[in-house]
């Protein structure tokens, strides 16, 4: 296999993330958060274990609408991921407000007075409730809590996507939710020449196709109740597609290719103008049924 180069990785996050931010220069002190999170995760090596499966239980499996990951005793190093989610709370402590969230955060880890096993547990399940209550006993910000572990998951469960995906080709999956992981769709992208639609997974980067002109929450086909919304002379290159039938919305870019996993946060953060507009016009972001986190209260990043 060959060894990444994690300092160019980085490097061409970094670049596309100060593009992002002359752009939008209201988006800085978000951007600068990610941005020292970048080196911590692009660099983190939790040796994840092989998952055992074959491409009939991957079929089984989706067939019933769960994802390869769900009810999986998968090889976790978790005090690898405890070392990680330490050094993430370290650098977002220095860079973030405020600070005395991010120190209690990182306090509790570091004293393990905050169980890393079974929040790592709870969040590879999709149980972000659970997440919620473990804050609340701790005092600690839900919302932080649960960003900053997921973000700690992602070196592993991007190499458990690249292990799992293979399996799945040509299994259909018209879900709002990832196949792989189990968390919400993130956005969707225009892909090729062909424009032919795929969802991504904020979580584990996975992409799935989906069928366009079709409601990705409620399945609506109903052209009179389906829309676009964007900005200026934008809609071509990135859009929020709404549904006036469960008012849920989705946003959209065109990309020649997939967007490797690292870039999606930082192109939904670039697009986040679209959610103040779908927003403002009564839609409300798409959220898996399978991904508690609207529930809890809390955003995925």
């Known amino acids: ?22 752009e939008a220069p209201h988006l ?11 080196p911590l995760l692009d660099a983190a090596d939790l040796d994840p274990a092989p998952v055992s499966m074959t491409a009939d239980q991957a079929r089984e499996k989706m ?21 990680l989610m330490s050094d ?10 405020p600070k005395e969230a991010y120190r209690r955060l990182r306090i509790a880890i570091e004293k393990e007075t ?12 999709g149980e972000y409730d659970q997440v919620a209550s473990a804050a609340d006993a701790l005092a600690l910000d839900p919302g932080l809590l ?38 919400g769709v993130l956005l969707a992208e225009l892909q090729g020449n062909e424009q032919a639609m795929h969802l991504r997974c904020g ?40 549904c006036d039938k469960c008012k849920g919305y989705i946003k959209v870019i065109a990309t020649f290719a997939p967007t490797p996993a690292g870039l999606l946060t930082v192109e939904d953060l670039a697009t986040v103008h679209l959610d103040y507009i779908a927003e403002e016009h009564g839609y409300c972001r798409i959220a898996s049924g399978q991904d508690s986190c609207a529930k809890a209260g809390m955003q995925q990043t």
């Open 1 to 22: 296999m060959k060894k990444v180069d994690h300092s160019e990785v980085t490097a061409g996050l970094v670049k596309r993330l100060r593009t992002v931010v002359q």
């Open 28 to 38: 800085d002190e978000a951007a600068q958060l990610y941005e020292a999170m970048l």
């Open 63 to 83: 067939g019933k609408g769960i994802p390869l990951l769900r009810d999986l005793d998968v090889g976790l190093n978790v005090d690898a991921v405890r070392g």
């Open 88 to 97: 993430l709370a370290r650098a977002l402590e220095a860079k973030g407000r």
């Open 114 to 125: 905050l169980e890393a096993g079974g929040l790592l547990s709870h969040i590879l399940a």
């Open 146 to 183: 649960l960003s900053l572990a997921r973000n700690a998951l992602k070196p592993a469960l991007h190499t458990w996507c690249r292990q799992l995906s293979p399996l799945a080709e040509g299994i259909p999956w018209e879900k709002e939710f990832c196949f792989v992981c189990g968390a």
């Open 203 to 242: 979580q584990c980067g996975a992409d799935w196709p989906h069928r366009r002109l079709s409601c990705v929450q409620c399945g609506n086909e109903d052209h009179r109740t389906l829309g676009y919304l964007y900005a200026g002379d934008q809609r071509d290159k990135m859009r929020a597609e709404v």
